[in-house]
């Protein structure tokens, strides 16, 4: 009997802790009305402060809730107004003015102006700011303008506020690529009140002016952002909310696609965007792929140091059936270090032939016959290339019949990176994927000779050519695009005769969605404005 | 009973700092470091070195190490590296999540395996003592990932009955109360969202009960027939009792101390690699929480959350024990 009444007792004060737990809190459940777009994506954002990271699922949330100066257009990485309506440059382009666009606010109502951009610039770039501080770090900005405020290469001397709506900047240098970094996601623009508020937690609470603001963020799992009712462009966000759902594995991503439970997913494997054409439920939208995948040879190692060893290794890649085999056909070869639709394109350069005769009598020549290399390959897939080792396979059997052995290392992405970045290889499968869509940020990072270095590297075939280094230091620094265009076609066509990589592909990135999709443009960039699409159900 | 349980939480301490000594060995031995992940790919060795410098990354090991170990003693986790946010605070969704994922394939794998094992005794030799472990051998083989893609095929993407991954249809908006979305529904009251939430259990709770459910069965099995041969089941056939109550109330309860044993093992085990199934339900748990540590080198994360997975498992064990003593009375810690 005592036993009953203490296991009743027992349930009962269970049920008075649930109900006070209940009572206690003020939280609730809603059903969501209006139209919603769920993105399926391979992983989380890290912050939600653009400033603080680097990773594209990051920035791809970040592009709904701040505008830039700035932007790319639709389909191509030429420069259109954002929060600047125009601008206008000195001749030596060193001074630039925007004018702004008025009656901007932020998600917060904080009034959008020049003192707004010039608060964002100055916790980027000074050091001393007491707002330079986030989540995480501030890693763009110095990539992009050579340093914080007082380091000896540092671009930007000074932003100021002339009136409300419009802003000077003052560089120390000039930049080629400027507007096209300002146009980059990581420098939209925050609300400064909500950033001295709190700089740290910006990265939790972001605001800013874009089409969508952030309502809900379970980590790992899904963000959601919702209208901005204010938003500047009118008509715009097109849908009421866009939710960002994480789901790592790339099978069971497209499964959620097959069955209705997310309208739009990326980080397809290759050979089921085959699946989606045949499916009339479904579409396929095809990024042109703004990256390279390349063989670096290091040229620091011999026999790699031999111009006539990477001829002939130039010619025994057979670049179609690559591409055909671990590509589903969805890459171009690539001839030149980054792809045809950039600034300053050097069209005229022809690839080399795949002559495995060719290649076979030019390591002889050499006296290089049977010599043994090591092959750097990385395990984990990557948009440029989704299986390296498999690639690293077929190109060692063709390597093998003239007359080169290869021995194939693999490893995981971040060991990989630490090794191929100290120079550790003979000859390395690698990639890029473009930041800002300038020839800059190929061939200075890929091949200047000032990004050779001991260690962490992003020159990993070692290539140091002064003459190039000339050519992309006055591209880097001049602002007139057909001067720059002309410099970029000259320093393409030393490299292609020097060959200090085999160019493979540029890889197209396939992005699937349900048939219902409109208005949906996948940027080269990887950047996409979701506030423009919508879901029509017939 | 106190003092054993006592007993057995101080042993758990030289564990738990044998543990943190180990995992923060191995994340630091590894090439890459947090400065890298968080610096991005782009970055110029000098930023990369000066993040390092931020992050007290350019620090002896050992100093590293009785840092870590300082904040550990005042019962700071510490916080992550690459998000910069408290270990605590980001560890409680991922760890309930986790848990309620391991808590639903436990039942299954209970159910199932000691109802699967108990068969096969019962009909020991005969075809459905065949067929039973052959079901076991498949539940251990089975690679868990290739079962799930199969369910969300099956499941979700042909027959549309159940969704095919996640803990909630995106489109409901629940501010979570305990993180247990079970729990959370029913503090909430609401019947139709807690059967979204029951649904979106079933397939990963199955997929990762599998393995658990082929052990159980088999060492249920074995122990039954063990005790099945003894002297007082015979005389309880004898006094005429069904076999029913032979089979479950006599014997299974005799047999259940080394089930009991594998199902704490087991419980522990899924607490922290329960990565596969994780990761293709895109369920947002440990496991995956860990898996991201560890390719970002996101070091007091990947010790915290060892850390704690490593508490779990000893403490369930002890749990174990504890409730060998509820089920034979023979069994006592106190001495007399």
């Given at each position: 009997?005592?036993?009953?009444?203490?296991?009743?007792?027992?349930?009962?004060?269970l049920f008075?802790?649930?109900?006070?737990?209940?009572?206690?809190?003020?939280?609730?459940?809603?059903?969501?009305?209006?139209?919603?777009?769920?993105?399926?994506?391979?992983?989380?954002?890290?912050?939600?402060?653009?400033?603080?990271?680097?990773?594209?699922?990051s920035?791809?949330?970040?592009?709904?809730?701040?505008?830039?100066?700035?932007?790319?257009?639709?389909q191509?990485?030429?420069?259109q107004?954002?929060?600047?309506?125009k601008?206008?440059?000195s001749?030596?382009?060193?001074?630039?003015?925007?004018?702004?666009?008025?009656n901007?606010?932020?998600?917060?109502?904080?009034?959008?102006?020049?003192?707004?951009?010039?608060?964002?610039?100055?916790?980027?770039?000074?050091?001393?700011?007491?707002?330079?501080?986030?989540?995480?770090?501030?890693?763009?900005?110095?990539?992009?303008?050579?340093?914080?405020?007082?380091?000896?290469?540092?671009?930007?001397?000074?932003v100021?506020?002339?009136?409300?709506?419009?802003?000077?900047?003052?560089?120390?240098?000039?930049?080629?690529?400027?507007?096209?970094?300002l146009a980059?996601p990581?420098?939209?623009?925050?609300?400064?009140?909500?950033?001295?508020?709190?700089?740290?937690?910006?990265?939790?609470?972001?605001?800013?002016?874009?089409?969508y603001?952030?309502?809900?963020?379970?980590?790992?799992d899904?963000?959601?952002?919702?209208?901005?009712?204010?938003?500047w462009?009118?008509?715009?966000?097109?849908?009421?909310?866009?939710?960002?759902?994480?789901?790592?594995?790339?099978?069971?991503?497209?499964?959620?696609?097959?069955?209705?439970?997310?309208?739009?997913?990326?980080?397809?494997?290759?050979s089921?965007?085959?699946?989606?054409?045949?499916?009339?439920?479904?579409?396929?939208?095809?990024?042109?792929?703004?990256?390279?995948?390349?063989?670096?040879?290091?040229?620091?190692?011999?026999?790699?140091?031999?111009?006539?060893?990477?001829?002939?290794?130039?010619?025994?890649?057979?670049?179609?059936?690559?591409?055909?085999?671990?590509?589903?056909n969805?890459?171009?070869?690539?001839?030149?270090?980054?792809?045809?639709?950039?600034?300053?394109?050097n069209?005229?350069?022809?690839?080399?032939?795949?002559?495995?005769?060719?290649?076979?009598?030019?390591?002889?020549?050499?006296?290089?016959k049977?010599?043994?290399?090591?092959?750097?390959?990385?395990?984990?897939?990557?948009?440029?290339?989704?299986?390296?080792k498999k690639?690293?396979?077929?190109?060692?059997?063709d390597?093998?019949?003239?007359?080169?052995?290869?021995?194939?290392?693999t490893f995981?992405?971040?060991?990989?990176?630490?090794?191929?970045?100290?120079?550790?290889?003979?000859m390395?499968?690698?990639?890029?994927n473009?930041?800002n869509?300038?020839?800059?940020?190929?061939?200075?990072?890929?091949?200047?000779?000032?990004?050779?270095?001991?260690?962490?590297?992003?020159?990993?075939?070692?290539?140091?050519?002064?003459?190039?280094h000339?050519?992309?230091?006055?591209?880097?620094s001049?602002?007139?695009?057909?001067?720059?265009?002309?410099?970029?076609?000259?320093?393409?066509?030393?490299?292609?005769?020097?060959?200090?990589?085999?160019?493979?592909?540029?890889?197209?990135?396939?992005?699937?969605?349900?048939?219902?999709?409109?208005g949906?443009?996948?940027?080269?960039?990887?950047?996409?404005?979701?506030?423009?699409?919508?879901?029509?159900?017939k | 009973?106190?003092?054993?349980?006592?007993?057995?939480?101080?042993?758990?301490?030289?564990?738990l700092?044998?543990?943190?000594?180990?995992?923060?060995?191995?994340?630091?031995?590894?090439?890459?470091?947090?400065?890298?992940?968080?610096?991005?790919?782009?970055?110029?060795?000098?930023?990369?070195?000066?993040?390092?410098?931020?992050l007290?990354l350019?620090?002896?090991?050992?100093?590293?190490?009785?840092?870590?170990?300082?904040?550990?003693?005042?019962?700071?986790?510490?916080?992550?590296?690459?998000?910069?946010?408290?270990?605590?605070?980001?560890v409680?969704?991922?760890?309930?999540?986790?848990?309620?994922?391991?808590?639903?394939?436990?039942?299954?794998?209970?159910?199932?395996?000691?109802?699967?094992?108990?068969?096969?005794?019962?009909?020991?030799?005969?075809?459905w003592?065949?067929?039973?472990?052959i079901?076991?051998?498949?539940?251990?083989?089975?690679?868990?990932?290739?079962?799930g893609?199969?369910?969300?095929?099956?499941?979700?993407?042909?027959?549309?009955?159940l969704?095919?991954?996640?803990?909630?249809?995106?489109?409901?908006?629940?501010?979570p109360?305990?993180?247990?979305?079970?729990?959370?529904?029913i503090?909430?009251?609401?019947?139709?969202?807690?059967?979204?939430?029951?649904?979106?259990?079933?397939?990963?709770?199955?997929?990762l009960?599998?393995?658990?459910m082929?052990?159980?069965?088999?060492?249920?099995?074995?122990?039954?027939?063990?005790?099945?041969?003894?002297?007082y089941?015979?005389?309880?056939?004898?006094?005429?009792?069904?076999?029913?109550?032979?089979?479950?109330?006599?014997?299974?309860?005799?047999?259940?101390?080394?089930?009991?044993?594998?199902?704490?093992?087991?419980?522990?085990?899924?607490?922290?690699?329960?990565?596969?199934?994780?990761?293709?339900?895109?369920?947002?748990?440990?496991?995956?929480?860990?898996?991201?540590?560890?390719?970002?080198?996101?070091?007091?994360?990947?010790?915290s959350?060892?850390?704690?997975?490593?508490?779990?498992f000893?403490?369930?064990?002890?749990?174990?024990?504890?409730?060998?003593?509820?089920?034979?009375?023979?069994?006592?810690?106190?001495?007399?």
């Amino acid at each position: 009997m005592e036993k009953r009444l203490m296991r009743w007792s027992s349930w009962v004060m269970l049920f008075l802790c649930f109900s006070l737990i209940v009572s206690c809190h003020s939280g609730s459940i809603q059903k969501d009305q209006g139209s919603m777009l769920i993105y399926g994506r391979g992983a989380d954002a890290k912050s939600l402060d653009p400033s603080q990271v680097t990773d594209g699922e990051s920035f791809r949330v970040t592009q709904m809730i701040f505008d830039t100066l700035v932007e790319y257009k639709d389909q191509n990485t030429e420069i259109q107004p954002c929060l600047a309506e125009k601008w206008e440059s000195s001749p030596d382009g060193k001074e630039w003015i925007f004018y702004l666009r008025k009656n901007v606010k932020f998600h917060d109502g904080t009034p959008f102006n020049a003192e707004a951009v010039v608060f964002n610039f100055k916790r980027w770039m000074d050091r001393e700011h007491p707002q330079h501080k986030g989540a995480i770090a501030f890693t763009y900005y110095p990539d992009m303008f050579a340093g914080f405020k007082g380091d000896p290469n540092h671009v930007i001397q000074s932003v100021t506020a002339i009136d409300e709506y419009t802003v000077k900047f003052v560089l120390n240098r000039p930049l080629g690529p400027f507007l096209a970094n300002l146009a980059m996601p990581p420098f939209g623009i925050g609300s400064p009140t909500a950033i001295k508020k709190d700089p740290v937690q910006f990265g939790e609470k972001p605001v800013g002016t874009g089409p969508y603001k952030l309502r809900e963020w379970k980590k790992n799992d899904m963000i959601t952002v919702e209208r901005n009712e204010d938003y500047w462009k009118k008509g715009f966000p097109k849908t009421d909310k866009i939710i960002f759902k994480s789901i790592p594995d790339n099978a069971a991503r497209f499964t959620a696609l097959k069955s209705g439970d997310i309208d739009l997913m990326d980080g397809m494997n290759p050979s089921d965007a085959i699946q989606v054409e045949k499916d009339p439920k479904l579409q396929l939208f095809k990024q042109q792929g703004m990256n390279v995948a390349y063989l670096a040879f290091n040229m620091r190692k011999k026999p790699l140091d031999h111009p006539q060893f990477r001829l002939a290794i130039n010619h025994a890649v057979d670049k179609k059936r690559l591409i055909s085999n671990f590509y589903a056909n969805l890459a171009e070869p690539a001839v030149n270090p980054y792809p045809p639709f950039m600034l300053g394109y050097n069209d005229e350069l022809k690839d080399h032939s795949f002559d495995l005769g060719k290649a076979k009598r030019l390591i002889e020549e050499a006296g290089l016959k049977g010599v043994k290399l090591k092959l750097y390959t990385p395990q984990d897939p990557r948009p440029y290339m989704p299986n390296g080792k498999k690639i690293a396979e077929f190109l060692k059997e063709d390597f093998k019949k003239i007359g080169v052995q290869v021995e194939i290392v693999t490893f995981e992405w971040k060991t990989y990176l630490d090794k191929v970045k100290s120079g550790e290889h003979d000859m390395a499968l690698f990639g890029w994927n473009g930041d800002n869509g300038d020839p800059d940020n190929f061939l200075y990072v890929l091949l200047d000779k000032t990004n050779a270095r001991e260690q962490n590297s992003s020159n990993i075939a070692f290539y140091t050519n002064e003459e190039v280094h000339q050519l992309l230091i006055k591209a880097q620094s001049t602002v007139d695009r057909t001067k720059r265009e002309q410099l970029y076609r000259q320093a393409q066509a030393i490299i292609k005769k020097e060959n200090p990589w085999v160019p493979l592909v540029h890889a197209t990135v396939p992005i699937a969605g349900k048939a219902s999709i409109r208005g949906f443009y996948p940027h080269p960039t990887g950047g996409y404005k979701l506030d423009q699409v919508e879901i029509i159900e017939k | 009973m106190g003092a054993y349980l006592l007993r057995r939480l101080l042993q758990l301490v030289p564990v738990l700092i044998g543990m943190t000594i180990v995992t923060f060995a191995v994340v630091h031995f590894i090439p890459g470091d947090p400065a890298q992940t968080i610096a991005g790919e782009k970055a110029t060795p000098e930023r990369v070195e000066e993040i390092r410098k931020e992050l007290g990354l350019d620090q002896p090991l050992y100093r590293q190490y009785v840092q870590y170990m300082g904040n550990l003693l005042q019962g700071d986790l510490g916080d992550s590296l690459v998000t910069n946010r408290p270990i605590v605070e980001e560890v409680v969704p991922y760890l309930a999540a986790t848990i309620e994922l391991v808590v639903a394939s436990m039942l299954i794998a209970v159910f199932w395996g000691v109802n699967l094992g108990i068969f096969s005794a019962w009909r020991h030799h005969s075809a459905w003592d065949f067929f039973a472990m052959i079901i076991a051998l498949l539940g251990i083989s089975i690679p868990v990932f290739w079962l799930g893609l199969m369910e969300q095929w099956l499941f979700a993407q042909t027959l549309d009955w159940l969704p095919s991954n996640g803990r909630m249809d995106p489109r409901i908006g629940m501010e979570p109360i305990t993180h247990f979305y079970v729990v959370d529904t029913i503090l909430y009251g609401d019947l139709e969202v807690l059967w979204d939430v029951l649904k979106h259990l079933i397939l990963p709770a199955i997929a990762l009960s599998t393995v658990p459910m082929a052990i159980i069965a088999r060492i249920t099995r074995s122990s039954m027939l063990e005790v099945m041969r003894a002297d007082y089941v015979r005389t309880a056939k004898a006094k005429g009792l069904s076999e029913f109550t032979v089979i479950y109330k006599h014997t299974l309860k005799n047999a259940f101390i080394p089930i009991l044993t594998v199902i704490g093992l087991q419980t522990g085990t899924l607490l922290g690699g329960a990565v596969l199934t994780e990761t293709i339900f895109s369920w947002p748990g440990m496991g995956r929480y860990l898996y991201t540590a560890i390719s970002e080198r996101d070091y007091t994360v990947v010790q915290s959350g060892i850390l704690i997975v490593a508490t779990l498992f000893v403490l369930v064990n002890l749990l174990v024990d504890l409730l060998y003593t509820c089920l034979d009375p023979r069994i006592q810690y106190e001495r007399k």
